[in-house]
């Protein structure tokens, strides 16, 4: 223990951030080229940049910064665009890694906190053992958005304006990779309007200070609008969700046309007045649950104990900005849940980072306790969550079990089975990509253009047909033995517990000789 807390804290920093590398590197590895859908487009927006056609690659992805680093690491190295996009991952896993553990050293840790914050970090079964292998712009919202809230941090304990400017132009390129950062960007520095520690006028100059590169990107926005009339909020991609007029009408009009579906059709007459609050009480149930799914429920119980603790464990100004960050993040995923009605446990990242910078704290006060009454209870505890930890951390860097690259598989035998070079169908865009074919836009993994290539009969054109199926819906491959009678399985590719397979039909002699 006394090692830990001896050892140079950047001789650390630099461990803990080769390790956060490693790991990332490891992680690629065993994936063996498996990618998210997100990713074909991505990689081929980056392709078309790199070849120089700017405009379509817009068409293609219009929030382009990550396809740009992609190409630009693509044009740099002489790496493929697969590979390019591989050390990106491993860069912003190392910077985040070393942002995360920097937040944890500014809220009042020392060795053994950051270890422990590392430790929590690494063995994250979601963070690290899902998100982390799909190769996504999601990896450069962590490292910029921890690493802004470092500079934030800093600048409200400090008041260094340079530390106010690095603040900005770290949540601005986190914006870059996601929209949603934008919402830091903007009501971070409000922090300093509720500070009773300053004076009122102190309090402007420093939420001003901490919005200055934001005002001067607006107002250079608003002039090249002016300037140029062909330019809108349209032509700056993903700025127009926020940046709208009806704001509220696209934020709530799923709400309010789901809740009348729900109150003619669920509630009835004597309880329709209570659509609308039964879904907000459930987007607060999958707002927590989908916290917990990111955060795990251990670290949420330690971040809560470290809350209780707080007097005693953190910096009251960390404490302070950790605490309106997370407030920031539930706001976001709210919004997100009532415009879309969907909410994906990556959008409870950013405060699950948080929450598991508190917990950081709470771990390494139960290995350093000094209770004479409890250093055997705190002691046992401790070894059984480190343990837990280890073991999650082995989790994540084990092979991937059977079944995990079966699409891999089906494009790879599709490519060895088909010498005569002859048209093949997919329905999953990422079996494409795995085949080397043409990008196709409109060609996701859909059901819908499975049906659509056979209602216009265009699916008779192909030699060889991949099908996703799932065991939710069975009835699709009765659908297809019925409809396409002159192509027949040959081959089938099972995923992990055989919930999604790839079904390779293939057209048979007779029909292309009736043909």
């Not at 830990?4 to 956060?20: F, G, Q, R, W, Y």
């Not at 914050?117 to 998100?131: H, M, N, P, R, T």
């Not at 260094?160 to 830091?184: G, K, P, V």
């Amino acid at each position: 223990m006394n090692t830990i807390e001896n050892s140079p804290i950047s001789k650390l920093h630099t461990i803990i951030v080769v390790l956060a590398m490693l790991l990332a590197a490891q992680i690629q590895y065993i994936q063996h080229g498996w990618i998210n859908p997100d990713s074909v487009l991505y990689f081929e927006s980056a392709r078309l940049i790199a070849a120089g056609q700017w405009k379509e690659a817009l068409q293609v992805w219009n929030w382009p910064l990550y396809p740009a680093l992609i190409a630009a690491v693509h044009k740099v190295s002489g790496l493929g665009i697969q590979v390019s996009a591989q050390w990106l991952n491993v860069l912003f896993f190392g910077i985040s890694a070393f942002s995360f553990t920097q937040i944890i050293r500014l809220a009042g840790g020392r060795q053994l906190t950051m270890l422990a914050g590392a430790l929590i970090l690494f063995s994250s079964q979601y963070i690290v053992g899902d998100v982390l292998e799909m190769l996504m712009r999601d990896e450069g919202f962590w490292a910029f958005y921890l690493t802004g809230l470092v500079f934030f941090i800093r600048f409200y304990q400090h008041l260094r304006l340079r530390d106010a400017m690095l603040w900005q132009l770290c949540a601005i390129i986190a914006t870059l990779f996601r929209i949603e950062a934008i919402t830091y960007l903007i009501l971070l520095p409000a922090l300093f309007l509720f500070s009773h520690s300053f004076t009122v006028k102190e309090r402007i100059r420093y939420f001003l200070a901490s919005h200055a590169l934001s005002i001067l990107l607006a107002l250079a926005l608003i002039l090249a609008i002016a300037l140029h009339g062909e330019l809108s909020i349209r032509s700056f991609g993903r700025l127009q969700e926020v940046f709208t007029l009806n704001l509220y009408d696209e934020l709530t009009h799923k709400l309010f046309t789901k809740a009348a579906i729900m109150s003619d059709e669920v509630l009835g007459k004597y309880l329709s007045e209570f659509a609308v609050q039964g879904l907000l009480l459930t987007f607060l149930y999958v707002i927590a649950a989908k916290t917990i799914s990111a955060a795990g429920f251990i670290n949420l119980i330690m971040a809560l104990f470290t809350v209780k603790n707080r007097n005693t464990l953190l910096e009251s100004r960390a404490y302070s900005a950790l605490c309106y960050a997370a407030l920031i993040s539930l706001a976001n995923m709210a919004l997100i849940i009532t415009k879309v009605f969907v909410l994906s446990s990556r959008y409870a990242v950013g405060l699950a980072f948080i929450l598991m910078v508190l917990a950081a704290f709470q771990l390494s006060s139960l290995i350093k306790h000094h209770d004479p009454a409890k250093t055997s209870r705190f002691k046992w505890l401790a070894m059984v969550l480190v343990a837990l930890m280890l073991l999650g951390l082995i989790k994540n860097v084990l092979p991937k079990p059977e079944g995990y690259n079966y699409m891999q598989e089906a494009a790879a035998w599709v490519k060895a089975n088909n010498t005569g070079n002859r048209p093949v169908f997919s329905d999953e865009s990422r079996i494409r990509y795995y085949m080397g074919t043409a990008f196709v836009r409109s060609n996701g993994m859909s059901w819908k253009t499975v049906k659509r290539e056979m209602d216009s009969n265009n699916i008779q054109n192909y030699e060889f047909l991949l099908i996703s199926h799932s065991a939710k819906h069975p009835e699709r491959e009765k659908v297809i033995a019925d409809r396409l009678p002159q192509f027949k399985e040959v081959k089938r590719f099972n995923g992990i517990k055989s919930k999604k397979s790839i079904v390779i039909y293939r057209k048979t002699a007779d029909s292309k000789a009736a043909k």
